[in-house]
Each structure stands twice: as C-alpha cells, then as structure tokens.
C-alpha cells in the first residue's frame, strides 16, 4: 500500500520555466511533508517542508504547496535551471519521531 | 552543517559473504535510519533506531540487522549477502525536529 504517491516517473522543462512536481498521499495522519532532492551517486539532500496546518511554505526558488482536502502537494520550481536537474522525493510523516514515507521520486530534466 | 558519514561508497562482496555497513554522524542525532534506493521503488526504509541500543524494523527488514552500540554510530549489517540485495544503501539521522539528513549513500553490489 502506497501511502505517497509520486505519480509521473519523470518531467522535462524548459529552462527559466516554472517546473511543478505533483506529490499525493493517502494518510490522513501525515502532518509534516518534506522534499528532498537526490543527484546520481549522491545521498538525497533536504529542500523544503511545510506542516500540515499551512498551506504555502516558500524558499528563494521553491515553494511548497499543501492541499489537505485533496491530500496533495507540489513542489514549484520558478525559473528553472539546468542545476535543478535531478531526483525529486516526497515525504510525510504522522507525528513527531514518526518514520518518513517517501514516494518513488520524479526525475526532473531542466533543458538549457 | 550535519555530517552523515557512511565509511565504505563501493563495495562488491560474494553471495553469501556477511556484510556491515557503518554509519557515523556527528549532531548527537537520537534518530538514526537505514534505506535501500532502487529504479522505480524510491526510498525503502530498512530498520531506524530512536536511542542506543534500540531498534525498530522498518518496511523491507527481512535478510538485514542493525546494531546501534553508540549515539553516533548505526550499522547496518547482512548476515548473508543475496544478489537481490545489490543497491545503493542510504543512511540518515535526524534530531526531535523534522528533518532528516543522510550521507552520500553506499552502493553495494554482490556477486
């Protein structure tokens, strides 16, 4: 049972163009969400988070977008830049000391 | 900054060959945890820890130990190395906040 759902594998844009990186959850228990961001042969590197009693949580570039009602998140990257090419996780957890859920991950390709 | 350090990067061991795995960080982090990344399955977690000397299985525990003598040491062992446990083997510590931060990752393959 899936309890993240990251659902498309992979995503290409344009560089300097918005990249929105779509993240689904079942467990109406998760209350904090987290994205991490994961390069080839590296371990996966913290990005931004946002609880469950917000809504937006923004950061330079990145912005995280919390949709309770319909158990969705997404991850806004504006501009886009070749740099931000790389693997991109969801995570939720339920309660603090809780272990991390994380989806499948999306390969996000920045085209210069 | 935090420091997850994971002693070994490659390693390539024979089936059956028993296998540690070392993890040290350097926050005096309560939470330790070890994942296995693989194509198209994302992040598993393999077994975490909240404090010395405890352990908890986590989703995919099965051919795998762990052994936490110490706060900033958890090791990840396999008593008996199958070629479905070629991977790459992340750990991560996390304090009572949220965010959990892992090292470089270890990719092990066995032959």
């Known amino acids: 049972d899936q309890q993240v759902k990251q659902n498309s594998p992979s995503l290409s844009v344009q560089e300097g163009r918005i990249s929105i990186l779509n993240c689904d959850y079942t467990?109406?228990?998760?209350?904090?969400f987290l994205w991490y961001k994961k390069y080839p042969a590296e371990g996966p590197t913290f990005l931004i988070s946002?609880?469950?009693?917000?809504d937006k949580n923004e950061d330079g570039r990145f912005t995280v977008f919390l949709n309770k009602s319909a158990k969705h998140l997404s991850l806004h990257i504006v501009p886009s830049q070749p740099g931000d090419s790389a693997v991109y996780f969801c995570a939720a957890r339920s309660g603090a000391n809780s272990k991390l859920t994380f989806g499948k991950g999306i390969t996000l390709s920045v085209r210069p | 900054d935090v420091k997850v350090t994971q002693s070994s990067r490659y390693l390539v061991k024979r089936t059956g060959e028993k296998v540690f795995l070392e993890c040290v960080q350097d926050?005096?982090?309560?939470?330790m945890f070890w994942y296995r990344q693989d194509p198209g399955l994302g992040l598993r977690l393999i077994y975490f820890s909240y404090d010395v000397k405890m352990k908890e299985k986590g989703d995919i525990p099965e051919g795998y130990s762990v052994s936490r003598e110490k706060k900033e040491r958890f090791s990840l062992i396999l008593e008996s190395a199958s070629t479905n446990q070629t991977s790459m083997y992340l750990c991560a510590s996390s304090a009572q906040e949220n965010t959990i931060y892992f090292g470089e990752g270890s990719w092990l393959t066995v032959v």
């Open positions: 926050m005096d982090h309560e939470n």
């Open positions: 467990n109406s228990m998760f209350d904090y």
């Open positions: 946002i609880s469950s009693i917000k």
